[in-house]
């Protein structure tokens, strides 16, 4: 649990690049390192589309061929659909009821997102509480690092305000001080006074560094055991038990992906590069990449730096191939179909390997199928888990 990744996606079907290199291909990485759960996010489509339901099942399917090609494995990762997992639905209602309002109004993205897609009715308590649901996401997993760009840090900030008043409300139970000062009297001497000074520092004069510091003091007692770490964090607080875990960012190092036209790469722009092209239509796409607008004639020098063709060598190519294409654009000693054609074969290599291993998905599509149901099915036990603790912990488990 210390080490579990939680992120999702919406379901829009194929991917392009700037979702390989802003999520996908981290994702691949991180499989490796932490135990991941990634989930195709249909309900939150729907808190901005609720009435364009039409390709939600097909886009499912379309986005996961990609993850797969792209490295993302069942195997080594928990891959699920989040409406197949309705216990999401329940911890949204139970964390809705200490979630204060001006909370979800204060959201950075609320009144950007109903600014830019003024063309639709978001006066909904679905999109209003769209943040809610993903705390509901990430909290249901107990998740402690969440993969986001810096775009996405406040709502894992949110996440975390969210999961300390749910077990501020819901921590104490009738023994929790008592098993707490049990808990610190198994501690040596020397850090339980320790751990006492920095509690009274952050309690009474608000000094957050001995927060962190008197949590990392409890972390480091592996002798005690992961209820008693966590009544002791909780004391440590003010608060109660940690039912539910604050997770941390983790956050995403996304390279600047730029469309064909050199705006950012979207499907609403109608300017993107997928995963999986044809070679063919790969090809043209690059060929009839937007360059510098200052080379109207081949002689004409132009300027690297205004040229996303550039910008996508910095991704794809050599260092030697990057110096070579920044020298020639600026002299003019290369065209703009020179400076392409290295980056149309290094796409499509990359591409190869992506086609490669969508080729058994999209041939069987029963093979998707059985992703999700398996992938569903094991979230559920750890949904179920949760729930019972958050039931539990209200008071409304009616065992």
């Known amino acids: 649990m210390e080490n579990r990744v939680v992120s999702g996606m919406r379901?829009?079907?194929?991917?392009?690049?700037?979702?390989?290199?802003?999520?996908?291909?981290?994702?691949?990485?991180?499989?490796?390192?932490?135990?991941?759960?990634?989930?195709?996010?249909?309900?939150?489509?729907?808190?901005?589309?609720?009435?364009?339901?039409?390709?939600?099942?097909?886009?499912?399917?379309?986005?996961?061929?990609?993850?797969?090609?792209?490295?993302?494995?069942?195997?080594?990762?928990?891959?699920?659909?989040?409406?197949?997992?309705p216990e999401h639905a329940e911890l949204h209602v139970l964390l809705s009821m200490v979630t204060p309002l001006p909370w979800l109004e204060r959201v950075p993205t609320y009144k950007d997102t109903i600014t830019r897609l003024n063309d639709k009715n978001l006066n909904t308590f679905g999109f209003l509480g769209y943040p809610l649901l993903q705390a509901a996401d990430i909290l249901m997993y107990k998740g402690t690092k969440v993969p986001v760009g810096a775009d996405q840090?406040?709502?894992?900030?949110?996440?975390?305000?969210?999961?300390?008043?749910?077990?501020?409300?819901?921590?104490?139970?009738?023994?929790?001080?008592?098993?707490?000062?049990?808990?610190?009297?198994?501690?040596?001497?020397?850090?339980?006074?320790?751990?006492?000074?920095?509690?009274?520092?952050?309690?009474?004069?608000?000094?957050?560094?001995?927060?962190?510091?008197?949590?990392?003091?409890?972390?480091?007692?592996?002798?005690?055991?992961?209820?008693?770490?966590?009544?002791?964090?909780?004391?440590?607080?003010?608060?109660?038990?940690?039912?539910?875990?604050?997770?941390?960012?983790?956050?995403?190092?996304?390279?600047?992906?730029?469309?064909?036209?050199?705006?950012?790469?979207?499907?609403?722009?109608n300017n993107t590069v997928l995963l999986r092209e044809e070679p063919s239509v790969l090809e043209k796409k690059i060929q009839t990449m937007q360059t510098d607008p200052a080379r109207v004639r081949r002689r004409d020098p132009g300027d690297p730096r205004k040229c996303p063709v550039y910008s996508l060598h910095k991704i794809y190519s050599e260092t030697a191939t990057v110096n070579w294409v920044d020298d020639g654009c600026r002299s003019a000693s290369i065209g703009c179909l020179d400076c392409k054609s290295p980056l149309i074969d290094s796409l499509k290599k990359e591409q190869d390997g992506f086609h490669e291993r969508a080729a058994p998905f999209i041939e069987d599509r029963s093979l998707v199928h059985n992703v999700i149901e398996k992938g569903s099915e094991k979230a559920r036990v750890i949904a179920r888990e949760t729930l019972d603790d958050v039931r539990s912990a209200i008071g409304i488990s009616y065992r």
């Not at 901005?48 to 379309?62: F, G, L």
């Not at 049990?182 to 501690?187: D, F, H, S, T």
């Not at 992961?226 to 997770?247: A, F, H, K, N, S």
């Open 11 to 85: 379901p829009t079907g194929r991917v392009h690049l700037a979702h390989y290199h802003g999520a996908l291909k981290n994702w691949a990485k991180l499989q490796h390192e932490y135990e991941c759960f990634f989930f195709v996010a249909d309900w939150h489509a729907l808190t901005t589309a609720y009435s364009e339901t039409e390709n939600i099942e097909q886009n499912t399917y379309d986005m996961l061929i990609d993850w797969f090609a792209s490295g993302v494995s069942p195997s080594a990762s928990t891959v699920f659909v989040q409406s197949r997992v």
């Open 153 to 269: 840090v406040a709502h894992v900030e949110l996440t975390r305000d969210i999961a300390r008043a749910f077990n501020r409300n819901y921590g104490r139970d009738a023994e929790w001080l008592d098993l707490a000062k049990r808990a610190l009297g198994k501690v040596p001497k020397k850090i339980a006074k320790q751990y006492a000074e920095w509690r009274k520092q952050y309690t009474e004069q608000g000094v957050s560094e001995r927060l962190e510091a008197a949590r990392a003091l409890i972390y480091d007692q592996t002798h005690l055991s992961v209820d008693e770490m966590d009544r002791l964090v909780g004391y440590l607080e003010d608060g109660g038990r940690r039912i539910l875990p604050e997770p941390e960012v983790l956050l995403t190092d996304t390279p600047l992906v730029p469309g064909l036209d050199g705006e950012k790469m979207s499907k609403s722009y």
